[in-house]
C-alpha cells in the first residue's frame, strides 16, 4: 500500500441534486418516461463534473483526495445495499446474474412496484434526511454487486481529478438495516458482518486498482446510543471490521467518518485500528480528553480530521474560534486537517444565489459553498499560520458581533411573555373529561378516518401561487382560485366518506415555509433547496430572531373549509418542534428557548381557532423523534422541553376541543413516554411501510388516547388494495382497541397525484366499512 498524506481541508460531502435541482428534475423526467436510461446517466455525469468543478473553484484540491466523490441518484444507504448485493427477496428478479439491478430497478426498490412494498424509509440521525433501511437476512447473499463507486472515480480522473470516494461504512450499514421477513426472532443484521466485509475488501481493492488513494467510509452509528444494536456489539464490530479492512493490503488509505456527535468509547477503537484518518465532529462534540496512554499513542500516528465547520446549519459561526480548536488537536496528532462537521448535504448550496434575502442576514451566513470556502481559509492556516488568514477571521469575528446586536433578535416582549409561563399554561383537564366532551361534540363513528392535512398541490396550484408572487394574478384571483381547490377537497372528501375533514392546504408551499412566511424572526430563500428523501426538496427557513404572531394565519382557510360540511374540518398547524427541526434556527441560545416563543405563537393560532367553530386542530409533530440526542445523557433534557413546547401551544382551549398530533418516521417505542406526555387527544404515526411494527410497542405501552397508526404509504406510488388496507386495519386492532383506533394515511398527500390518491382513499373507506361491519357483528 503507497502512503500519501491525507488533504489539509476537506469536507465530508456536498449537496448532489444541483444549484437548480438539475437532479431531481432528470430523476423524475425518467420515472415519467420522457429520459432514457442513458440520458439520465448523462445528466447526472454532467451534475458531477459541475460540481467537481465548484469545489477545486472555491479552494479544495483537485489532485489530493480533497473532493469526496458523494454522488447518489437516490440515497447513499441504498447505494450501499446495491453495491453488496443486498437486495431483498421480493426484487430478486431484478437482479442480473452478479446480483447487480439497473436503474429501473434500483429506483423500484426505492419507491416500490405492484404488490412489492419499497424499502422502509426512516430519519437519518438527527437530521431531516430519509434513508432507505435495508433488509438483511441470515439468507442474503453478499457480493460485489455494483462498480458504480469505481467508475465514479475513474470518470473524475480522466477529468483531471483524484478524487475520495465515499460510501457507508459495514458497521453503519448493518447496524441500521433491519430483519428481513422470515429471518428468526433475534436475529441481527450486525451478527452477518464477517460475511459482508469480503465484499468491502473486494470494493477497496478495485478502487486501489483504479488509482484511489483514500477512501472515505461513512461510520456516524458509531456516536448514536439509539440503535437497536447494543454499544457493546457496535464496538466490537467496528474493531473486527477495522483490523480486517486495515489488515488489507491492496486497498487505499481509510478515512473514517463519523458525523453526527462525539466518538467517545468508539476513538480509542478506531485508534487501536489501521485505518489512517478519523474525523471527530467537534460541532456536537468536544475535543477528546482523558485517554489512556494507548490511545494517545495511538493517534499521533493518524491524521485527525477536526469537524470544525457546522455542516447542519447555515449560520457564518465564530472562526476564530474554529482555528483555535483546530489548534488544540495537535495535542492529539502532528497531522491534523480542516472539514466540515458533517456532510454538506444538509444546507443549500449558496448564499449568493438569494438576492432577494436582507443583505444583512445574508452577511451572517454561510451556505455550502462558503462552507467549503471556509474550510480552505482553516486549511491555509493549518498550513501557513494564524497571521495568513487573520483577515478573513476578522470579517467572520465582526459579523458574529453585528448579529448579536441587530434589531429583531431580541424582543423584549416576547421574552416578558415567556418569562411569565407558569405550570399552568402547560396542562389541559383530564383526558376521561375531555373524550366525553369530544364524543358529545363530534359523533364519530367507530373507527373514524381522516387525512393527515395536505392533498395533491396540482400544477394548478402551484402555478397559482407562482403567479400571485409575482404579481401576475391579484391577491382576489388567487383567493376564487384557492377556494375553489378548498371546496374541490371538501367535495371529494364528503362524497367518497372521510369522517373527520380537512382543507387540503392548497395555500402552502411547504409545512413549515408557510408558517415561517407569517411569524415575526423568520425568512425564507428561493433557492435554498435541500434534500429530503430521494428527489423531494425542501426549502428550510431561517429562524434568524425572536418569534412572534402578528395576525392569525390559517383561521380564514379553515373556517371557509367548515363553511361547505357539517362534518367537522380539522385545522392544520406545524408543531414548534417541527419548526424548528425543518428550519435552519438560530445557534445563539438554548432550543428550548426558541421552542416556547413558537410555541405560544401556536397558542394564539389555536385559540383563534377554536374561537371561529373549529372544533379539531392537529398540530404536526413529525419531526419529535428526529431531535431526539443520540446520547442517552442529552435526551431528559430534550424530550422536556420538546413535550413542554408542545402542551404549551395545545393546552389553552377547551375539553370539548379535540387536540390532533402526527408523527411520522418516529419509532414509537423508542419516545412512547414522550407522545403520552404530549397529552394530544389522538396521534396519527406512520405505520404502512413497516406493516404495523408499531402496534406491539402500543400494546406493551398501555397507550389508552386515540391513536391512527398510517394504513396508506403515501412515500410510494402503489396504490393499497382494500384487502391490503383491511389486512392493515385488522393487525392494528390486535393490539389496540377499536375505541381509541383511527383510520388515516400515514402522512400528507401533498407529494402524490389525485388519481392515486382517490383511489387509495376509496379503498381505505371501504376497508374501514368492512372491518366496522365485522366489529359490530
Same mark, same amino acid.
Given at each position: 500500500m503507497t502512503s500519501s498524506?491525507?488533504?489539509?481541508?476537506?469536507?465530508?460531502?456536498?449537496?448532489?441534486?444541483?444549484?437548480?435541482?438539475e437532479l431531481k428534475k432528470a430523476v423524475e423526467a425518467f420515472w415519467a418516461g420522457s429520459l432514457t436510461p442513458d440520458e439520465l446517466e448523462d445528466a447526472?455525469?454532467?451534475?458531477?463534473?459541475?460540481?467537481?468543478?465548484?469545489?477545486a473553484s472555491l479552494g479544495l484540491g483537485a489532485t489530493d483526495s480533497s473532493i469526496p466523490e458523494s454522488f447518489s441518484y437516490y440515497d447513499q444507504v441504498l447505494d450501499a445495499a446495491v453495491t453488496v448485493g443486498a437486495v431483498p427477496a421480493r426484487f430478486a428478479s431484478l437482479q442480473d446474474a452478479d446480483g447487480g439491478?439497473?436503474?429501473? /430497478? *434500483?429506483?423500484?426498490?426505492?419507491?416500490?412496484? #405492484?404488490?412489492?412494498?419499497? !424499502?422502509?424509509?426512516? &430519519?437519518?440521525? %438527527?437530521?431531516?434526511?430519509?434513508?432507505?433501511v435495508?433488509?438483511?437476512?441470515?439468507?442474503?447473499?453478499?457480493?460485489?454487486?455494483?462498480?458504480?463507486?469505481?467508475?465514479?472515480?475513474?470518470?473524475?480522473?480522466?477529468? /483531471? *481529478?483524484?478524487?475520495?470516494?465515499?460510501?457507508? #461504512?459495514?458497521?453503519?450499514? !448493518?447496524?441500521?438495516? &433491519?430483519?428481513? %421477513?422470515?429471518?428468526?426472532?433475534?436475529f441481527r443484521p450486525l451478527s452477518r458482518l464477517a460475511d459482508l466485509l469480503p465484499v468491502y475488501l473486494d470494493l477497496l481493492e478495485r478502487l486501489k486498482a483504479a488509482g484511489a488513494h483514500w477512501v472515505q467510509l461513512d461510520e456516524p452509528a458509531l456516536v448514536s446510543e439509539t440503535l437497536d444494536d447494543s454499544r457493546t456489539d457496535l464496538l466490537a464490530a467496528t474493531a473486527q471490521a477495522y483490523d480486517r479492512l486495515g489488515a488489507a493490503r491492496e486497498r487505499p488509505q481509510l478515512f473514517v467518518a463519523a458525523p453526527y456527535g462525539s466518538l467517545d468509547d468508539a476513538l480509542p477503537v478506531l485508534a487501536g485500528t489501521a485505518v489512517e484518518a478519523i474525523s471527530l465532529d467537534l460541532v456536537h462534540g468536544g475535543i477528546p480528553s482523558g485517554q489512556d496512554a494507548?490511545?494517545?499513542?495511538?493517534?499521533?500516528?493518524?491524521?485527525?480530521v477536526g469537524g470544525v465547520i457546522d455542516g447542519h446549519n447555515v449560520w457564518r459561526g465564530d472562526l476564530e474560534a474554529a482555528f483555535g480548536t483546530l489548534e488544540s488537536l495537535l495535542a492529539l496528532s502532528p497531522n491534523v486537517s480542516a472539514s466540515t462537521s458533517t456532510s454538506l448535504?444538509?444546507?443549500?448550496?449558496?448564499?449568493?444565489?438569494?438576492?432577494?434575502?436582507?443583505?444583512?442576514?445574508?452577511?451572517?451566513?454561510?451556505?455550502?459553498?462558503?462552507?467549503?470556502?471556509?474550510?480552505?481559509?482553516?486549511?491555509r492556516g493549518l498550513d501557513e499560520g494564524h497571521e495568513a488568514i487573520q483577515t478573513e477571521l476578522a470579517q467572520a469575528s465582526a459579523a458574529l458581533s453585528d448579529r448579536a446586536n441587530a434589531p429583531g433578535v431580541r424582543d423584549g416582549a416576547v421574552r416578558a411573555r415567556a418569562e411569565a409561563l407558569t405550570a399552568a399554561d402547560f396542562s389541559r383537564g383530564k383526558y376521561t373529561d375531555r373524550l366525553a366532551a369530544q364524543d358529545a361534540a363530534l359523533e364519530l363513528p367507530l373507527l373514524p378516518t381522516t387525512t393527515i392535512g395536505s392533498f395533491p398541490q396540482t400544477g394548478d396550484i402551484r402555478r397559482a401561487r407562482a403567479q400571485f408572487g409575482k404579481g401576475v394574478i391579484t391577491e382576489a384571483e388567487y383567493l376564487d382560485l384557492m377556494r375553489a381547490e378548498i371546496k374541490r377537497v371538501v367535495d371529494l372528501q364528503e362524497e367518497i366518506g372521510v369522517d373527520v375533514v380537512v382543507h387540503g392546504e392548497p395555500e402552502r408551499n411547504d409545512m413549515v415555509q408557510y408558517f415561517a412566511e407569517h411569524l415575526d424572526g423568520f425568512a425564507v430563500?428561493?433557492?435554498?433547496?435541500?434534500?429530503?428523501?430521494?428527489?423531494r426538496c425542501t426549502r428550510p427557513s431561517i429562524l434568524w430572531g425572536d418569534v412572534s404572531r402578528p395576525a392569525p394565519i390559517t383561521v380564514d382557510w379553515s373556517t371557509y373549509a367548515q363553511s361547505l360540511t357539517s362534518k367537522p374540518v380539522k385545522g392544520m398547524l406545524t408543531g414548534p418542534v417541527t419548526i424548528l427541526a425543518w428550519s435552519f434556527v438560530r445557534d445563539d441560545q438554548p432550543l428550548a428557548d426558541t421552542a416556547r416563543q413558537?410555541?405560544?405563537?401556536?397558542?394564539?393560532?389555536?385559540?383563534?381557532?377554536?374561537?371561529?367553530?373549529?372544533?379539531?386542530?392537529?398540530?404536526?409533530?413529525?419531526?419529535?423523534?428526529?431531535?431526539?440526542?443520540l446520547k442517552k445523557r442529552d435526551q431528559p433534557a430534550y424530550l422536556d422541553w420538546s413535550v413542554g413546547s408542545f402542551r404549551l401551544a395545545t393546552s389553552g382551549v377547551g375539553d370539548a376541543t379535540q387536540i390532533h398530533t402526527h408523527l411520522c418516521y418516529s419509532e414509537f417505542g423508542v419516545v412512547i413516554d414522550a407522545i403520552r406526555d404530549l397529552d394530544a387527544d389522538v396521534t396519527s404515526i406512520e405505520a404502512a411501510r413497516s406493516r404495523m411494527e408499531v402496534v406491539d410497542d402500543i400494546s406493551a405501552s398501555g397507550f389508552d388516547h386515540g391513536i391512527g397508526p398510517g394504513v396508506y404509504d403515501i412515500h410510494s406510488p402503489r396504490v393499497p388494495s382494500v384487502a391490503e388496507v383491511t389486512e392493515l386495519i385488522e393487525k392494528a386492532l390486535s393490539g389496540v382497541p377499536g375505541r381509541q383506533l383511527w383510520i388515516n394515511p400515514d402522512c400528507g398527500l401533498k407529494t402524490r397525484g389525485y388519481e392515486e390518491t382517490v383511489a387509495s382513499l376509496r379503498n381505505i373507506i371501504e376497508a374501514t366499512r368492512t372491518v366496522r361491519e365485522k366489529q359490530s357483528a
Open positions: 498524506p491525507f488533504p489539509i481541508g476537506t469536507i465530508l460531502g456536498y449537496p448532489r441534486i444541483g444549484r437548480r435541482r447526472a455525469a454532467e451534475l458531477r463534473r459541475a460540481t467537481r468543478a465548484r469545489l439491478v439497473d436503474l429501473a /430497478g *434500483y429506483f423500484m426498490i426505492a419507491r416500490g412496484s #405492484g404488490e412489492d412494498a419499497p !424499502l422502509e424509509m426512516t &430519519k437519518w440521525f %438527527d437530521s431531516n434526511y430519509h434513508y432507505l435495508p433488509e438483511i437476512g441470515p439468507d442474503t447473499r453478499f457480493r460485489l454487486a455494483s462498480d458504480r463507486l469505481v467508475r465514479e472515480f475513474e470518470e473524475a480522473k480522466a477529468d /483531471g *481529478y483524484l478524487t475520495r470516494p465515499v460510501i457507508v #461504512g459495514p458497521v453503519t450499514f !448493518l447496524a441500521l438495516s &433491519k430483519p428481513a %421477513d422470515g429471518a428468526p426472532e433475534g494507548a490511545t494517545k499513542a495511538a493517534l499521533q500516528g493518524k491524521t485527525i448535504l444538509h444546507v443549500p448550496h449558496d448564499v449568493d444565489d438569494e438576492p432577494a434575502l436582507h443583505a444583512r442576514l445574508s452577511s451572517w451566513l454561510a451556505f455550502a459553498d462558503q462552507k467549503v470556502r471556509q474550510v480552505a481559509t482553516l486549511a430563500t428561493q433557492n435554498g433547496w435541500v434534500q429530503s428523501y430521494g428527489s413558537v410555541a405560544l405563537s401556536l397558542r394564539d393560532e389555536i385559540a383563534d381557532l377554536e374561537r371561529a367553530g373549529i372544533r379539531v386542530v392537529q398540530v404536526d409533530e413529525p419531526a419529535l423523534r428526529e431531535l431526539l440526542p
